[in-house]
C-alpha cells in the first residue's frame, strides 16, 4: 500500500491509491474530530446557559406577578369581609329596611327610596337563587 505524508505530523501512513483525500494520519485525523466535536459541544453549552438565564429571569418575574396576586388576593379577601358584614347586616334586617325605604312612606325622596328598594328585592332574590361560586375549569 503506498505511503502518503501527514500534512500535521509529518508521519508517514498508509492510503489506498483511491484515497488521496485522507490528508492526516490516524492519531491526527482523530485529534481534529475531538477538537471539533470539543468546539460543538462548548457552542452548545454557551447556548443551553443562555436559555437557562432566560429561564431563570422569567421565573424570576413569575414570582413577582405571584408576590403581586397575593397581595391582590389578600386585599381582595379583605373586601369581601367587609362586603359580606354588610350583606349581613341588610339581609338580617331586609324586612325593615323594605319598610322603612318604600317609596310610598318616603315621597320627598322617591327616586332614592326606589333605589334602595330595587337594591334590596334584587340582593333577597339573589340570595334565594343561592348565588353558587364558579367552579375551576375542567370541573
Ligand atoms: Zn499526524
Redesign the pocket.
Known amino acids: 500500500m503506498p505511503a502518503a505524508r ?6 508517514e ?1 498508509e492510503r489506498a491509491p483511491n484515497e488521496s483525500w485522507k490528508k ?6 482523530r485529534e481534529k474530530q475531538e477538537k471539533s466535536q470539543v468546539v460543538a459541544l462548548r457552542r452548545r453549552l454557551a447556548s443551553l446557559e443562555d436559555a437557562l438565564d432566560e429561564k431563570d429571569s422569567l421565573i424570576a418575574s413569575l414570582d413577582g406577578l405571584v408576590d403581586y396576586q397575593e397581595q391582590v388576593i389578600a386585599h381582595l379577601k379583605e373586601r369581601l369581609a367587609h362586603t359580606e358584614g354588610w350583606l349581613t347586616l341588610l339581609q338580617q334586617h331586609s324586612r325593615f329596611l323594605l319598610l322603612a325605604c318604600h317609596p310610598d312612606r318616603n315621597p320627598a325622596h322617591a327616586d332614592t327610596a326606589t333605589a334602595v328598594t330595587q337594591a334590596l328585592l334584587a340582593l333577597r332574590k339573589q340570595e334565594a337563587a343561592g348565588n353558587p361560586a364558579p367552579r375551576p375549569p375542567g370541573h
Open positions: 501527514c500534512e500535521i505530523c509529518g508521519a501512513f492526516l494520519c490516524y492519531p491526527c485525523w
